[in-house]
């Protein structure tokens, strides 16, 4: 391969990997709540989750490239005002909001980013009393299945079993650090 051949390659990767990623606001987000739960789901990912072979279920994610779940506990330093912040920066992340609803006791909160009549991403915030859950999505899921999308998620034996792993090994690695610091 020749060096401009490998230049272009170079700089092709760089571009697909610019317009694949989540968003700035999701990983600032992620940064400043480092306790926060956090997902990643690619297209393959969710198939395999997809047990039943549910038609619905591949309806909903067949637009999807990625999706990031971001889950933050609320305390005293999530705040109302926080979440205004939060909305303003995916605005100003190039996001549009297109709807707000209320389903089951949490309010949904969908921005979409596109260009050319193409949806490049979608962030569905739903907010409830004790937590935030933020869908950070490269592609799209259709707007009135976005509460059947989380409902679907939420309920998921399969996605359940891996976060309650993962919280598992999150909360022993957290045990293990303060083991340690007592030794010191």
């Given at each position: 391969?020749?060096?401009?051949?490998?230049?272009?390659?170079?700089?092709?990767?760089?571009?697909?990997?610019?317009?694949?990623?989540?968003?700035?606001?999701?990983?600032?987000?992620?940064?400043?709540?480092?306790?926060?739960?956090?997902?990643?789901?690619?297209?393959?990912?969710?198939?395999?989750?997809?047990?039943?072979?549910?038609k619905e279920?591949?309806?909903?994610?067949?637009?999807i490239e990625?999706?990031?779940?971001?889950?933050?506990?609320?305390?005293?330093?999530?705040?109302?005002?926080?979440?205004?912040?939060?909305?303003?920066?995916?605005?100003?992340?190039?996001?549009?909001?297109?709807?707000?609803?209320?389903?089951?006791?949490?309010?949904?909160?969908?921005?979409?980013?596109?260009?050319?009549?193409?949806?490049?991403?979608?962030?569905?915030?739903?907010?409830?009393?004790?937590?935030?859950?933020?869908?950070?999505?490269?592609?799209?899921?259709?707007?009135?299945?976005?509460?059947?999308?989380?409902?679907?998620?939420?309920?998921?034996?399969?996605?359940?079993?891996?976060?309650?792993?993962?919280?598992?090994?999150?909360?022993?690695?957290?045990?293990?650090?303060?083991?340690?610091?007592?030794?010191?």
């Amino acid at each position: 391969m020749s060096k401009l051949q490998s230049i272009f390659l170079f700089a092709s990767l760089l571009v697909v990997q610019t317009i694949f990623a989540q968003s700035k606001t999701t990983q600032d987000l992620h940064k400043t709540y480092p306790d926060a739960r956090s997902f990643f789901f690619y297209k393959n990912t969710l198939r395999m989750v997809n047990q039943t072979d549910s038609k619905e279920f591949d309806d909903l994610i067949k637009d999807i490239e990625k999706m990031k779940i971001l889950i933050i506990e609320k305390s005293e330093s999530f705040t109302t005002s926080n979440f205004k912040k939060l909305a303003t920066d995916y605005k100003q992340d190039g996001f549009e909001e297109i709807m707000t609803s209320r389903v089951e006791g949490r309010s949904f909160d969908i921005y979409l980013k596109e260009k050319n009549n193409k949806t490049l991403g979608t962030i569905v915030l739903v907010n409830d009393v004790d937590k935030l859950y933020v869908l950070d999505v490269v592609g799209s899921v259709p707007m009135q299945k976005i509460p059947e999308f989380f409902k679907q998620i939420n309920n998921s034996t399969e996605i359940q079993n891996v976060i309650k792993e993962i919280a598992k090994d999150k909360d022993a690695d957290k045990e293990k650090d303060k083991a340690k610091e007592k030794q010191d």
